[in-house]
């Protein structure tokens, strides 16, 4: 089965400075990872997604994250965070076929300080 | 193309009370998932639906729960007898019909079940 860990239940950073919010994954083939962000009492928008064509991702608002197979890492960081970042953002992890339900982590809240 | 469509976006129950949650997935999605969110935690899957089949209700509690996705209208997840448990806030998502792996899944606004 597949699963993921969010080492951080909470970042806290100061505007401008970098952010870094890590994920650990665990899958027995090569997984299908994606990053959502929640923003309060809103819905989930996808930031980026893993889709082996290259190992560093690029998503919405400046964000990326690098897949480590050696690490079983999937981080996501962004070089200066801004007051608008300030969310909750959780890891996942897709099953090995197509449409499989997304296994979500229980997310890192990550707060930004002017 | 309007997104994941869920409604009430809020909805009070007094316990022992029905609360029924609807689901319009995005226009050409015909897989539907059904996620619930309880305060300070990620999303727990519940159940996975395509039109008029159950695909994968392994997150479903075994009683009070259930969900149908027909033919025709909405995808309804159906708690019945509420508890004060079941106050979560409650996410639907709907993805096309893709084999790819890393196909994401669309996420509604949620619904807020409140049990009083």
């Known amino acids: 089965a597949q699963s993921v860990t969010q080492l951080d239940s909470h970042v806290s950073v100061s505007e401008g400075t970098p952010v870094l919010l890590r994920c650990n994954y665990s899958s027995s083939y090569s997984p299908s990872l994606f990053w959502y962000v929640q923003h309060p009492n809103k819905g989930l928008q996808l930031l980026l997604k893993?889709?082996?064509?290259?190992?560093l991702v690029k998503g919405i608002n400046g964000f990326e994250a690098e897949f480590k197979k050696s690490e079983t890492s999937f981080h996501l960081t962004k070089p200066s965070a801004h007051m608008s970042d300030a969310a909750e953002y959780f890891c996942?992890?897709?099953?090995?076929?197509?449409?499989?339900?997304?296994?979500f982590g229980k997310g890192t809240r990550l707060s930004v300080i002017a | 193309n309007a997104g994941v469509m869920q409604n009430p976006r809020h909805l009070v129950r007094r316990r022992g009370q029905e609360a029924r949650l609807r689901c319009s997935p995005m226009?050409?999605?015909?897989?539907v998932y059904w996620y619930r969110q309880l305060p300070e935690e990620g999303l727990k899957f519940m159940v996975y639906?395509?039109?008029?089949?159950?695909?994968?209700e392994s997150g479903m509690p075994k009683e009070r729960f259930s969900a149908e996705f027909p033919k025709e209208g909405p995808s309804i997840l159906r708690i019945q007898q509420v508890v004060r448990g079941d106050s979560a806030a409650y996410f639907c998502?709907?993805?096309?019909?893709?084999?790819?792996?890393?196909?994401?899944?669309?996420f509604g606004q949620g619904t807020r079940l409140t049990v009083v």
């Open positions: 996942v992890v897709r099953g090995n076929s197509g449409n499989t339900p997304l296994v």
């Open positions: 639906l395509q039109k008029e089949n159950i695909i994968d």
């Open positions: 226009k050409g999605h015909s897989h």
């Open positions: 998502a709907s993805s096309p019909v893709d084999r790819a792996t890393n196909t994401e899944a669309f």
């Open positions: 893993y889709t082996s064509a290259a190992t």
